[in-house]
């Protein structure tokens, strides 16, 4: 029953630094998505997918880049690292992009940039 | 525009009181889907309901029960009977057919404490 797994579960990064979160779900899901959240904020969509080859921006894509290469993986990517990318990062799937299907999410991926 | 507010930050309760969980939102969609899910201290994000537009007879799961109100555009949740394993940062959402890419709004969360 591994869902959407994420990796790694906590990471400290240097302003400037790259970095890639790793997202993987086994449900065989069409649609995958990046949010992030922050205190008093909620969760906030940053990239999505709905299909292999075909990604788009959500609310905050500013310093992410995604791609999706296979059903099963949409890895995140942070170009430069900035104090303000200190967040939890989420990644989630659902069975199609059709609005109103139910998203699930991985365990989430903690990120602090110093 | 599509928005959710819970106006409750934080709540504590004692333990076995009931307590009601408060969600509003805004849509210009006439179709659009509302959900629940619930974060425990271990931070991971658990789907809890899901709710279309159409269908405003409330739920009740166990002691969890929901109340839709178009009239109000509410979506409040109640627990009942409350317990300190329902301590636990609950987010409204909402999702409608304008968005693109199934795209989930979200409240800002109510922080629930249940006191032993």
């Known amino acids: 029953n591994a869902g959407v797994t994420q990796t790694p579960k906590f990471q400290v990064l240097k302003t400037g630094q790259s970095m890639t979160l790793q997202c993987a779900q086994d449900?065989?899901?069409?649609?995958m998505s990046w949010y992030r959240q922050d205190p008093g904020m909620g969760l906030r969509l940053i990239h999505y997918s709905v299909g292999a080859g075909i990604t788009d921006q959500g609310e905050v894509p500013n310093g992410y880049n995604v791609s999706r290469s296979t059903t099963e993986d949409f890895p995140l990517r942070l170009l430069s690292a900035a104090p303000s990318q200190t967040s939890v990062y989420f990644c989630?799937?659902?069975?199609?992009?059709?609005?109103?299907?139910?998203?699930?999410f991985g365990e989430g991926s903690w990120l602090t940039v110093v | 525009a599509q928005k959710v507010t819970q106006a409750q930050t934080e709540i504590s309760v004692v333990e076995k009181e009931d307590v009601t969980l408060d969600c509003v939102y805004e849509t210009r969609d006439t179709t659009y889907y509302l959900f629940w899910y619930k974060q425990p201290p271990s931070g991971e994000l658990v789907f809890l309901i899901r709710?279309?537009?159409?269908?405003?007879q409330n739920e009740i799961s166990g002691r969890y029960s929901w109340n839709f109100q178009k009239s109000t555009s509410s979506f409040n949740f109640t627990i009942t009977a409350s317990q300190v394993v329902d301590s636990a940062v609950y987010f409204c959402?909402?999702?409608?057919?304008?968005?693109?890419?199934?795209?989930?709004?979200f409240g800002t969360g109510t922080s629930l404490t249940v006191i032993p």
């Open positions: 709710r279309n537009s159409f269908d405003e």
């Open positions: 449900m065989n899901h069409e649609y």
């Open positions: 989630a799937s659902s069975y199609s992009g059709s609005p109103g299907n139910t998203i699930y």
């Open positions: 959402a909402l999702s409608g057919l304008m968005n693109t890419g199934n795209q989930f709004y």
